[in-house]
């Protein structure tokens, strides 16, 4: 927080009173002391930073008035909470005053059984400081490994400003929406109302589900990393998410931003694939760099938070080509990572449909509930007979030609509504129970037509929805 003559923001004042009689008696107004450290653990996903910070305050036996204001900040007063690191034994919280003429300022009572020096922790939400993540992803000239560099970016807008602060960045999911949520409701005439004891306790709660444990203990934060020393990024696992603890002391002003490096990795290796999948990329044959955040990738110390990737290419004349910009979900260590480059003009991609036809006719016989397939006693004399169902047989061939000068991996996922029978000799599977997989690699300079042959059970005839691949040869 910062002090000077014409801002008292979220400032704390130490009233030191020469007996334990009221405030309009003689008082002795401290010095406002700085803090001696800061640490914010930012939730990124729900607008909310834990701030814990430590002071030298020095108390008067009796009864001392501590003064906390939290004027044009986001700071949530239901929140904040006063903890003695020292003399604990001989220091007390005696009551908190919520003034009604000055609503965002508190009073704490604090009896002191001795004259001397305390070290306190404040802790308290608030909003208004947030972070993202954003990578450079660089792929040899031949597209076979990448640079991949992590980086976070650190904005407050929170009305404060902290210095020397060590940071915390959440990635993950966290359980203490509900518990913030039910404290951010409560008003301050509902504080007021509340029992000390309720109060301290939902609080309690709240501090224990949002405070981890710290790569470093606030008393060890000293002047911060050597300034000829890149930042690090220290990582820790906690079950449910993790926390990136910036390595040293960052100051955060107001209104600014700053950007950190994550993590670097190198030779990362990926592959290139071309895939069809019209529920996921439209109508189109696109080209994918496919990678894996996991240690065989020299990758997978931490999960990746949400983030945008910029992709680019060595062209190997010393400088680089730009090939998209995409914005990446939460990637769990072990889970994969896929950029989508966009249609390549040097592979084209058609779906030709070669012949149709119909057989398995079934007739329905005289209006009544009773079908006969054509070809069984008695089908092709009846008088009333119509039409009920057949199986309709379509033959594709999904033509790929490769210009790109080297072979390339075509993967084609598309769906068919209804029952069908898939034939194809390549060896589909199935993506869900509507929709077929199939592989095939086409080589540089060529041209290849994967035939398949789709039949569909209509009408009367027809069966469950989904589709049963065999593996057969088809031609055209």
Request: neutral net charge; glycine residues 6%.
């Amino acid at each position: 927080m910062k002090y000077h003559q014409t801002s008292f923001v979220a400032s704390i004042c130490l009233v030191l009173l020469c007996g334990a009689t009221a405030r309009a008696r003689n008082v002795d107004l401290s010095t406002v002391p700085k803090r001696a450290t800061v640490q914010l653990t930012i939730y990124n996903s729900e607008d909310l930073t834990l701030v814990r910070e430590t002071r030298s305050l020095t108390f008067k036996k009796g009864l001392n008035p501590l003064q906390f204001s939290w004027a044009n900040t986001l700071i949530d007063p239901t929140s904040v909470e006063l903890k003695f690191l020292s003399n604990a034994d001989k220091l007390s919280v005696v009551d908190t005053t919520f003034p009604h003429d000055k609503p965002q300022m508190l009073y704490w009572n604090v009896q002191s059984d001795v004259d001397g020096e305390a070290r306190v922790e404040i802790t308290y939400f608030t909003s208004g400081i947030t972070w993202s993540a954003d990578y450079a992803a660089i792929a040899d000239k031949d597209e076979k490994s990448m640079s991949l560099d992590g980086f976070v970016r650190v904005t407050n807008n929170s009305g404060e400003e902290y210095e020397n602060a060590q940071v915390r960045l959440v990635v993950g999911t966290i359980n203490l929406v509900e518990k913030i949520a039910q404290l951010a409701r409560i008003s301050t005439n509902d504080v007021l109302r509340m029992a000390e004891r309720d109060r301290g306790e939902l609080r309690t709660r709240a501090l224990k589900d949002a405070v981890a444990p710290a790569s470093h203990p606030m008393g060890a934060m000293g002047g911060g990393a050597d300034a000829a020393k890149e930042k690090e990024i220290i990582k820790e696992g906690l079950s449910e998410y993790f926390i990136y603890t910036i390595e040293g002391t960052e100051t955060i002003n107001n209104g600014w931003s700053k950007r950190m490096r994550s993590f670097e990795g190198k030779a990362v290796p990926f592959k290139v694939q071309y895939r069809y999948r019209p529920a996921e990329y439209g109508d189109q044959l696109v080209r994918m760099y496919l990678l894996t955040n996991d240690k065989e990738s020299k990758l997978g110390s931490t999960p990746l938070p949400d983030g945008t990737v910029r992709v680019f290419r060595d062209n190997g004349r010393g400088g680089l080509s730009y090939l998209t910009s995409q914005s990446v979900k939460y990637i769990p260590i072990g889970d994969k990572i896929e950029l989508n480059l966009g249609a390549d003009p040097n592979v084209l991609f058609d779906l030709i449909k070669l012949r149709s036809s119909r057989d398995e006719i079934w007739m329905q016989v005289n209006g009544a509930n009773v079908f006969r397939r054509v070809g069984q006693p008695g089908a092709n004399v009846e008088v009333n007979a119509t039409v009920a169902g057949w199986d309709a047989h379509e033959a594709y061939a999904q033509r790929v030609r490769n210009y790109t000068g080297k072979p390339i991996e075509v993967e084609v996922r598309r769906s068919w509504p209804g029952h069908v029978v898939m034939r194809s000799g390549l060896k589909p599977r199935l993506h869900d129970f509507q929709t077929p997989q199939f592989t095939a690699t086409v080589d540089a300079g060529k041209k290849a037509d994967l035939l398949f042959e789709i039949v569909r059970h209509e009408g009367h005839n027809a069966k469950q929805n989904n589709v049963t691949l065999e593996d057969a040869e088809v031609r055209p």
